[in-house]
C-alpha cells in the first residue's frame, strides 16, 4: 500500500513540529510549508492526500490559500484555527475546505478527522456516474474526466461544485434534501451548516448562466432542496 503524504501548512514551528509527530506516527509522509506561497508551489508540484491548514499566517491567509489550491486541486483541506466563530466555519466550508478543527485539539480527534477526510476522498471518486457522457440542452457533463461544458466551451467549477452537478444530473427528477447533499459530498461526521449546499448551487447557475445556457437545471424543490431538471425533458 502506498504511503500517505500529507501537507501541512502554519506558519508557527511548534506547531508544524508537533502535527508532523502526530503525522508520522500514523505513517504519513509528511511535507511542511510555513507560508501560503510556499504551500501553493508544493501543491502545485507533487500530490497530497491531506492538507492541514492554519487560518492566520503572515504573508497569505488559510482563507486565500484554500481558495487558491481549489482552483488546482481536490486533495482534502482540514484548516486549523484558534478561532471557534461558526461564521469563520462556515467561510471556510464554503470556500472549499473540507473540515475545520478548532486550537487546541486532541491528537485523537485530528487523527480521526484525517483519516475520515481521506476515506470520504476515496468514496467520491466513484459517487459520480462513471463512464458516461451526459447530455442536455446546451449542457454536455463528462464524469469520469470531471469535465462541463456549455455550448462547447468549458465551464469551471470547483470540486464540490462538479461533485454538486454530477449527483444531480446522474439523478434525474430526483429530489435531493439538503442533508442528504450534504452527507453525499461531507460526510456523515459534517459539523457545519446545510446552506454550505445553497452557495455552492448559486454559484454552479451563476457559471452556467454566464457561459450561456439559457435555462437554469438546477431546480429549487421548496420545502425539501433540489433536483436536476432540463426543458422539454431529458434529451
Known sequence: MAQLR????DD???????LR???MKEGFRVSEASTGREALSLIGSEPF????????MPDMDGWQVCQAVRDKSSVPILMLTARSETKDKIRGLEIGADDYLTKPFEPEELVARIHSLIRRANLAQYAAPKERVLEFPGLVI???????????SSVELTPKEFDLLAVLSG?????F??????????????EG???VVDTHIKNIREKLQKAGLGYNPVQTVWGVGYKFQVPGGVQ
Open 193 to 195: 451548516e446545510t446552506r
Open 49 to 56: 492526500d491531506i492538507m492541514l491548514l492554519d487560518v492566520m
Open 21 to 23: 509527530i502526530y503525522l
Open 171 to 175: 439523478n434525474l427528477q430526483r429530489a
Open 142 to 152: 463528462r464524469p469520469d474526466a470531471r469535465e462541463v461544458s456549455v455550448m462547447d
Open 6 to 9: 500529507a501537507l501541512v501548512v
Open 177 to 190: 434534501s439538503r442533508d442528504e447533499l450534504v452527507e453525499r459530498l461531507w460526510g456523515l461526521d459534517f
Open 12 to 18: 508557527e514551528w511548534n506547531m508544524r513540529n508537533l
